[in-house]
């Protein structure tokens, strides 16, 4: 029997802890029913042992975060290789620019189904940080048995509340697009900034583009969502940062790479801005970072994206593209080297 007569070799490579969150009984069945899976999974390394004959070995790769870039030297070495199933967002650390050179392998991504708990996260951010929810309730922790409906906090200060605030989204992404999309359903006004963005596209997702700086300087709230390109590296600093209002929120999911971290310290230090850092520069940020102890900051450990029982609607949608690839039928979500200069 020769190769093409069986069901093609699986190669899983991820980081250890991921499988157990990835995939139940229900996932490995599916799995198992239209491929044969390499034994040892999951692989981080590529290039020693089992897993370099692994690599050798395997039509598909089922991947995630800490699997080994597809550098041409490893390419070479992946003879069968035919389809790169990515179970998370950004593809750029498996598929480096050098994997688009003369690839033929077909890549898929569960990035749109990852924009989901990110744009949902930001959302959650926007109306708590509107109230300044956190640190409302470290007052209260710390004063104990004050509040009430009678003195409830804020009842006096303009500047928290959702009511018609003005909210700018930088980066039209998919990510972008659902936030968008959520807070057309309150009374917030939206703006967002993109440069691939027409003005009516802009007002078919129901806002209006504007300028970065004109976007900053009129927002009540700013939250990122532009993708990682040597364009965009610090692309709001000390200039940025000057030109928003005081109390002003500002929210950061995306990725530390838009940031001067220097600029927002600063003006985080002030007291005059309200900030929630999801994803910092560097990740992790230092033990003694002055960020973790500001009043005004909210500081989270990367966790806008799928966590828990997310995961699963990750490898559903990977596993989903493998069936349709062993299947013979087109991706829903193929990645191609032009898609690269916009993922977000």
Request: hydrophobic share 45%.
């Amino acid at each position: 029997m020769s190769r093409h007569d069986k069901k093609p070799k699986l190669l899983i490579a991820m980081r250890s802890e991921l499988p157990d969150g990835f995939f139940s009984a229900h996932e490995w069945a599916r799995l198992n029913a239209v491929t044969d899976i390499i034994d040892g999974f999951p692989y981080t390394d590529f290039d020693t042992g089992k897993g370099r004959e692994a690599l050798a070995d395997a039509d598909i790769l089922l991947a995630a975060w800490g699997t080994p870039s597809l550098t041409k030297e490893r390419l070479a070495r992946a003879p069968h290789l035919k389809m790169l199933a990515y179970a998370a967002s950004s593809v750029r650390v498996v598929a480096p620019a050098e994997f688009w050179d003369n690839s033929d392998i077909l890549v898929t991504t569960a990035a749109s189904v990852m924009a989901t708990p990110v744009a949902e996260f930001t959302y959650a951010a926007i109306i708590m940080c509107g109230k300044d929810v956190f640190r409302l309730r470290d007052e209260h922790r710390a004063e104990r048995g004050t509040g009430g409906f009678g003195s409830r906090r804020g009842m006096n200060l303009p500047w928290l509340g959702s009511y018609s605030r003005k909210v700018g989204i930088v980066g039209a992404s998919r990510i972008g697009r659902q936030v968008i999309d959520m807070l057309t359903r309150g009374s917030f006004e939206i703006a967002v900034y993109d440069p691939f963005l027409s003005e009516d596209e802009a007002v078919a997702l129901g806002a209006t583009k504007m300028e970065l700086h004109a976007l900053l300087a009129w927002s009540d709230i700013v939250s990122l969502h532009a993708p990682i390109l040597p364009q965009t590296h610090h692309m709001i600093g000390a200039r940025e940062f000057a030109l928003m209002a005081d109390h002003a929120v500002f929210i950061n999911t995306a990725r530390g790479w838009l940031v001067d971290h220097a600029a927002l310290l600063s003006e985080a230090q002030s007291g005059r801005l309200r900030v929630l850092i999801d994803t910092p520069e560097p990740e992790p940020l230092p033990v003694d970072s002055p960020f973790y102890d500001l009043p005004n900051v909210v500081l989270t450990p990367h966790i806008a994206g799928a966590l828990g029982n997310e995961l699963r609607a990750l490898s559903d949608v990977a596993i989903t593209e493998i069936e349709r690839f062993v299947a013979g039928l087109p991706p829903l979500y193929p990645v191609r080297k032009q898609d690269m200069e916009r993922m977000a």
